[in-house]
Every structure is written in structure tokens, then in C-alpha cells.
């Protein structure tokens, strides 16, 4: 390896310890703000998720589209559900004793809404110093390493599980 290489492999690696850290600053201060919090529920990242899949759906999903498509497993699917329609974001429709659709309120889709609007706001923190043209050839050099990391003999899904 050049000395080059190993250079922007350890700027790269301290790269992402500061937008992880920038991403995290964003969300401090929304949420001091008071956006994006329901009451009386503690997994936020959970029913973002929710939320943020939902959005993509206008006509809701059934519960077992979420759990197999979507990998919630159902406690989880179950506590976010009962987040979104407790704070009036989501519907549910009984399907059968085991089946329920969701949908989002017009509420809900306002709330997802301005979570989409988040990542332009942790986007735009972390790459406004940069121009349109060089956002652009930054992305090119980033699609083509992940090209090159995709099509490598390598199991990551192994890998993912061992290194966790």
C-alpha cells in the first residue's frame, strides 16, 4: 500500500468519526427544539423508521408486510404502531386476529415529512463547503469504491455478523 493510500484511508476513517459526530449534533439540537419526539415512547429510532417507510406507502401496509419486508420484528412493530395512533400519526385497520393495515394521518405524513427534510439538514451540514461539481465528482469516487466493495469475493453478511 502507498503511502497515499494508507493517507486517505486514515483521513477517511477520521472523516467519519466527525460527520457521526455532525449527525449526532443535529439531532441534539432538534431535539432540544422538542421536534421528533413522541411521548411516552423511548425507541424514537423505531417509529422514525415506521414513520419514514409508511411515507413511501400512501395506502399504508399490512403489519405482515412490515415484518417480513421490512424486517420489524412484531414487539417492535407493535410498540411503534401503538406510538404513531396513541400521538394521532398513523390508522390501523383490523384485518384479521393477527393482520392490521397502517396508515398515516395527514399528521403522520407532516411528522414524515420533516424527518425526510432531517437528512438535508445533516447533508447540508456536512457538505456545504463543498461545490455542486466537486458534491458531484465526491459522490462519483464514492459510488465507485462501493461498485468495487460490492463485487469483491467477500461475504458480508458473515462478516457483518462476526464483526458486531
Known amino acids: 500500500m502507498s503511502e ?18 455532525l449527525k449526532c ?16 415512547y423511548p425507541d424514537r429510532h423505531n417509529y422514525h423508521r415506521l414513520l419514514r417507510i409508511l411515507r413511501g406507502h400512501n395506502d399504508g401496509l399490512l403489519s405482515h408486510q412490515l415484518i417480513y419486508d421490512f424486517d420489524y420484528r412484531p414487539s417492535e412493530l407493535s410498540d411503534a404502531t401503538k406510538a404513531l395512533v396513541a400521538n394521532n400519526l398513523a390508522t390501523t ?10 396508515r398515516l394521518t395527514d399528521e403522520g405524513i407532516e411528522a414524515a415529512d420533516k424527518l425526510l427534510s432531517r437528512r438535508d439538514n445533516i447533508a447540508e451540514a456536512a457538505y456545504h463547503t463543498l461545490s455542486n461539481d466537486e ?7 464514492i459510488n465507485k469504491l462501493l461498485e468495487d466493495y460490492k463485487n469483491r469475493n467477500v461475504n458480508y453478511t458473515a462478516l457483518k455478523n462476526i464483526c458486531n
Not at 483521513?11 to 459526530?21: G, S, T
Not at 385497520?93 to 397502517?102: L, P, V
Open 4 to 21: 497515499l493510500t494508507t493517507k486517505l484511508f486514515l483521513d477517511i476513517k477520521d472523516f467519519e468519526k466527525y460527520q457521526a459526530m
Open 25 to 40: 449534533h443535529v439531532h441534539i439540537e432538534e431535539e432540544r427544539r422538542g421536534e421528533y419526539c413522541l411521548s411516552g
Open 93 to 102: 385497520s383490523i384485518i384479521s386476529d393477527e393482520e392490521y393495515k397502517i
Open 135 to 141: 458534491q458531484r465528482e465526491l459522490d462519483n469516487l
